[in-house]
């Protein structure tokens, strides 16, 4: 009862005419970025940080979050048409996706999609109502030695997934932490590695970080190759599925959902993690195999299913324990600190309006997605005409003007230019961001919590194994470490691990 | 980009120099925490956990130096194999530029050369699409901001904007 009450009341805010306003501009530019290649929902969302400060926190968070799933539905579009993914959560869209519309059954594809997406999408928001105030009533509990070892393990996951050596993906989350330290000392006021500069003051900040490392990093890597797209011209018709096409999506869907979600709540995954995994799983599943590749319907389904309802879990962790899963959760932890509030514990029960305002918006944004992705479909189509050499000039003066407009400051700019060089050498010696900008969030909160818990420990290191949850997340976590040190389990990685900044 | 091609010890082995850059950076993160004070365990100071993320970077860039000596790795050549790799430096000099100009110039005069640049250097595209976009998009976008957002944007010395 309570839970229907507190659904009543979020749409009550969800509805408000500004609100509805902020969630279609959210979802707007989550598929526009998501049918864009060479642009996605990390730019975006740090591109658009900025402005959220002009409304209140629930516009604001409403459009960030509006701008994660928006991308998740738009980015199948490019995949199916293109065979360039419009976002990293895509990839695997594109293998059987543009198949079938090679295929001349484009519209099936692209229907099923956003059918499966918007499914996925509306069974994690249930289980988002029912879980995450269940999980933050635990989560209370939580003391320092806790709350770092769970950032431990997001990390080590993270690092785990990511592509190419495992070394590289630590070194890049120890650089990730030692960037977010610098600044004045939150315990002691002293400041750290600021060079005697008064711009690093309050540290740097995360919107150059992230719009350097993804987006200049990205345009600089595309000039340097002309890109070539295939898209497929025939007009799109019959965008609903058939009967055969239902009853072989059915399972992929379903199974897509909940594996999706599952994978979403866990730190470190998302939805990139859980497309890949859904694709495995079906291929694994299926009578016929040796279909995947060729246009097998149940290889778009459920991906999709599964990156929607990843994206619906990963609000989980966020919204519970005050810990962002991946880098996209992490720059919406940016907007709430913006706001002045920290998702948390208690945050269920301080903002009640808030939280679920942003769920009921969450369900009102999927309903206009599905009608953004499958009537107006042939609008995205003619989007993707738009050349690359017009497009990155745009892409670079978005990013200059989101960055200015964080700080107000040209500094900003200048350490945005740094890391887009610094990111674009990382990619070419196949050193991947996402964990330096994971552990870049998490660096100052990871030290405020191992500090706090040395100091109530009296400097016992055995607090971190003695209690429960932290003992179980550091074993996990050093399972990992060590796992890849086996040669079966390194295979395994390699199959899994995953390019979180394509 | 071909990461196939070996190359042992010898000193274009990007590998080997990803992970001195790796343990350069660790080294100076030692220096910065112990430069800090550590504190001590009970009582951890402000250099306490950059001390400690400095060995570890130390220890993984050191796996992968010894990785890059005993595996081998791709030379920088084959990392920037087939890549039109004056591009992105051509990018990064209007950028930086711009940058330079953003404040003295005011964003209308700095933005409207930079996007012009950048249009018509890396994969040109023809004049009479290149200034009307040159021109159109940042006079809109600061349209926006200054009106809508109320956001202002630097007006330079000849106060334009």
Request: charged residues 10%.
């Amino acid at each position: 009862m309570d839970t229907l009450a507190n659904v009543v009341h979020g749409l009550g805010v969800a509805l408000l005419p500004v609100n509805l306003l902020y969630c279609f501009i959210g979802v707007f530019i989550g598929t526009l970025v998501g049918v864009l290649p060479g642009i996605g929902p990390i730019s975006a969302m740090s591109l658009l940080l900025p402005v959220t400060l002009s409304g209140t926190p629930e516009s604001g968070i409403i459009m960030m979050a509006g701008i994660y799933y928006g991308s998740m539905y738009g980015g199948s579009t490019t995949s199916i048409l293109v065979n360039i993914p419009g976002e990293a959560a895509s990839v695997v869209t594109c293998i059987d996706g543009h198949q079938m519309a090679k295929q001349g059954r484009a519209g099936p594809a692209l229907g099923i999609a956003a059918f499966g997406s918007f499914i996925a999408g509306t069974f994690s928001l249930v289980a988002l109502m029912l879980v995450a105030p269940s999980l933050a009533s635990i989560a209370i509990a939580f003391g320092p030695a806790e709350y770092f070892s769970l950032m431990v393990l997001g990390l080590v996951v993270l690092t785990f997934l990511t592509q190419g050596s495992m070394a590289k993906a630590l070194l890049m989350a120890c650089i990730g932490v030692v960037l977010g330290l610098v600044g004045l000392d939150s315990i002691t006021a002293q400041p750290r590695l600021t060079f005697g500069r008064i711009e690093l003051i309050d540290g740097i900040g995360l919107v150059p970080v992230v719009m350097g490392l993804f987006g200049v990093a990205e345009v600089l890597l595309n000039t340097e190759q002309a890109i070539k797209r295939d898209i497929i011209n025939t007009r799109i018709t019959q965008l609903l599925p058939n009967r055969e096409d239902w009853k072989a999506s059915a399972g992929p869907v379903s199974r897509g959902t909940l594996l999706g979600f599952f994978l979403g709540i866990l730190p470190g995954g998302g939805a990139v993690v859980a497309s890949f995994a859904s694709y495995a799983l079906e291929k694994r599943l299926s009578k016929h195999p040796e279909r995947f590749g060729h246009g097998a319907i149940e290889g778009v389904a459920g991906p999709e299913a599964a990156n929607n309802s990843a994206a619906g879990g990963a609000f989980i962790p966020l919204m519970t324990l005050g810990i962002p899963p991946n880098v996209v959760m992490a720059l919406l932890l940016g907007a709430f600190v913006i706001h002045g509030l920290q998702p948390g514990p208690l945050m269920i029960s301080q903002n009640p309006g808030l939280f679920w305002g942003i769920v009921a918006s969450m369900y009102i944004g999927n309903l206009m997605l599905l009608v953004l992705n499958l009537p107006m479909i042939g609008m995205w189509v003619q989007l993707l005409r738009l050349p690359y050499n017009v497009l990155f000039p745009l892409i670079i003066l978005f990013t200059i003007i989101g960055v200015y407009c964080s700080s107000n400051n040209v500094f900003d700019v200048y350490v945005m230019i740094a890391f887009g060089v610094i990111g674009y050498f990382m990619r070419k010696l196949g050193y991947e961001p996402a964990p330096l900008v994971l552990a870049f969030v998490l660096g100052p909160m990871l030290e405020n919590n191992l500090r706090k818990s040395l100091i109530l420990s009296q400097g016992n290191l055995m607090t971190f194994v003695e209690r429960p949850i932290s003992a179980v997340c550091l074993a996990f976590a050093a399972m990992l470490l060590i796992g890849p040190l086996l040669p079966a389990l390194r295979k395994k990685r390699e199959l899994v691990a995953l390019d979180e900044g394509a | 980009m071909s990461d196939q091609t070996n190359v042992k010890l010898r000193l274009d082995n990007s590998e080997l120099w990803g992970g001195l850059i790796g343990l350069a950076l660790g080294l100076f993160v030692i220096w910065s925490g112990l430069k800090l004070k550590l504190g001590t365990i009970n009582d951890p100071g402000s250099g306490y956990v950059l001390f400690y993320t400095g060995i570890l970077m130390c220890l993984f860039a050191a796996s992968i130096i010894i990785a890059a000596v005993t595996e081998g790795g791709p030379s920088f050549a084959s990392r920037w194999e087939n890549a039109r790799w004056g591009k992105p430096v051509l990018v990064i000099v209007c950028l930086t530029a711009f940058a330079l100009a953003l404040e003295p110039l005011g964003f209308l005069l700095s933005a409207i050369p930079l996007m012009l640049l950048l249009l018509r250097l890396i994969d040109p595209v023809r004049w009479t699409v290149a200034i009307p976009i040159s021109i159109l998009a940042p006079t809109g976008m600061w349209w926006v901001l200054k009106h809508l957002l109320a956001i202002q944007l630097p007006n330079g010395m000849f106060e334009i904007g």
